[in-house]
């Protein structure tokens, strides 16, 4: 069982930056796949960013790329989503998530484990 703790989000002005952190409680995080997904109220969870198991590659969804970036840490168990050049449109809760089986997934249903999520809120 990995339990999975995200941290850093907050309120933020158009423009600027946030980089939210996920602690997992695993020691073997480069096992898994590992991403960011986000949700807005009445909406599903939508997929923002994953970063693969074997080689580190990195996949966006279209509307943060170029301005969102995705990193592990295994030394630290820990996954990040660095977050520039923030939009209103940004606004959400962020979710990291993990996976034993699948890596480099954009579908939700991939994921075995979830964290809290932790608020984003972009001010116009």
């Known amino acids: 069982q990995v339990q999975l703790v995200e941290s850093g989000g907050g309120l933020v002005q158009a423009g600027g930056s946030l980089r939210v952190s996920c602690v997992a409680s695993?020691?073997?995080?480069?096992?898994?796949?590992v991403g960011w997904f986000c949700q807005t109220p009445g909406k599903e969870r939508e997929f923002v960013a994953t970063i693969s198991r074997t080689y580190g590659r990195t996949y966006y969804t279209d509307a943060v790329k170029g301005r969102f970036t995705i990193s592990r840490d295994n030394t630290k168990n820990t996954i990040y989503l660095q977050m520039n050049s923030l939009k209103p449109e940004d606004t959400a809760v962020y979710y990291c998530a993990a996976t034993e089986v699948y890596s480099g997934s954009r579908r939700p249903n991939d994921y075995t484990y979830w964290g809290q999520g932790t608020q984003v809120t972009v001010s116009s």
């Open positions: 695993e020691r073997t995080l480069n096992n898994y796949g």
